[in-house]
């Protein structure tokens, strides 16, 4: 799918209202370059086989389905950290389970079109969800010239990107959270509603659907914030967390805080609504309130199933960030920390 800033959830609020450069996203797989960040070095030995792979315009589906064939393993021994675009070119890891035994002779001969072996290592442990410190993006947005000269150009890019330093993105859930046709929201509450014991279909794509209910609530807290004025306000009462860690607390000393909040060392979160979650209390827990006030059967729903609440920053600052130009078109390098969508970051620029 192909990207033009009216295609990136046009209802979802910008940082700031400033003109942007325009441009497209991908416009071919390698406009959107994706590469897994391993949490820890491969210890070298163990039942695991790890293979990075660098697949284009594949799905991760597709490729743990063909490691499993040329492995001679049932699927559910191929694990992998977390789906990665398809229309993209992609690094990521995958582990096969094959205790006691060395890959088959000539597993890796004959790839699907569009994957290409990067390596191959051991490991104790199998990659589950989540198994990744973050990911690394190279991502190309072409056609930039529009109305604009090339210092015009240039000045606003560099801007942007002091801008993103400075006070971060909104945190959002990106577009491919709620499916091709956003219908993720409304299929995510039909499984909330039949229970654990009712779900039938692939366990992958029931998570995203029951995620994706979560997912939308966020992104509604922080468009309320960038709405009222507070994103870039610490509120007496806002539950945070350190840069780069889950772990939360409530600010109760607003004077003591403001200076950890303003070199971007702590971030003010939002809810991924559940059971036993810890909340803000003040002009906060209002904000929140009011968007739970308005879904109680959703919210009402993830604590009958017994999901976790757990807090999200509303912020993101990306890390490494840089850019250069190759005629009109942006090539922007970052990281960001897993569960972070690149599109948020794109969306200023674009």
């Known amino acids: ?49 790890i293979v990075r792979i660098i697949k284009r315009d594949l799905t991760t589906d597709q490729v743990a389905a063909w490691l499993a064939k040329r492995f001679a393993v049932p699927q559910k021994d191929v694990g992998f950290a977390g789906q990665k675009d398809r229309q993209a070119v992609t690094i990521q890891d995958f582990s096969v389970y094959l ?19 990067h390596s191959v290592g051991r490991d104790r442990r199998k990659i589950k969800p989540g198994m990744l410190s973050g990911n690394r993006f190279v991502i190309r947005l072409r056609g930039c010239d529009g109305a604009l000269s090339a210092s015009q150009r240039q000045q606003l890019a560099d801007a942007t990107q002091a801008r993103l330093l400075r006070y971060g993105a909104p945190n959002y859930f ?46 509604r807290v922080v468009t309320a914030r960038l709405q009222q004025g507070l994103f870039n306000t610490l509120l007496l009462g806002d539950v945070v967390q350190l840069a780069g860690r889950t772990a939360a607390f409530r600010v109760e000393d607003l004077a003591a805080e403001q200076p950890r909040f303003d070199a971007v060392q702590i971030h003010p979160t939002g809810p991924l609504f559940g059971r036993d979650m810890l909340a803000p209390t003040g002009q906060a827990a209002e904000i929140e309130a009011a968007i739970a006030q308005a879904e109680p059967e959703a919210i009402e729903l993830l604590e009958q199933f017994d999901m976790q609440g757990v807090r999200k920053s509303l912020r993101l600052i990306p890390g490494e960030l840089s850019h250069h130009w190759e005629q009109a078109d942006l090539i922007v ?4 920390p897993r569960g972070c969508f ?9």
């Open 1 to 49: 799918m192909n990207h033009e800033i009216s295609d990136i959830q046009p209802h979802l609020p910008k940082l700031t209202s400033q003109p942007g450069l325009g441009g497209q996203l991908k416009q071919q797989p390698e406009d959107f370059l994706v590469e897994e960040l391993r949490p820890n070095p491969l210890s070298g030995e163990g039942e695991h086989w």
């Open 99 to 117: 205790p006691g035994q060395a890959p088959p002779q000539g597993w890796a001969d004959d790839p699907l079109p569009g994957i290409t072996i």
């Open 174 to 219: 990106g577009p491919q959270r709620f499916g091709r046709d956003g219908d993720n929201w409304q299929a995510g509450l039909k499984l909330l509603r039949a229970g654990r014991k009712r779900r039938k279909g692939n366990r992958n794509t029931e998570a995203l659907q029951i995620s994706a209910v979560r997912s939308e609530l966020f992104n």
């Open 333 to 336: 390098t970052f990281t960001l």
């Open 342 to 350: 690149a599109t948020s970051i794109m969306r200023e620029y674009m």
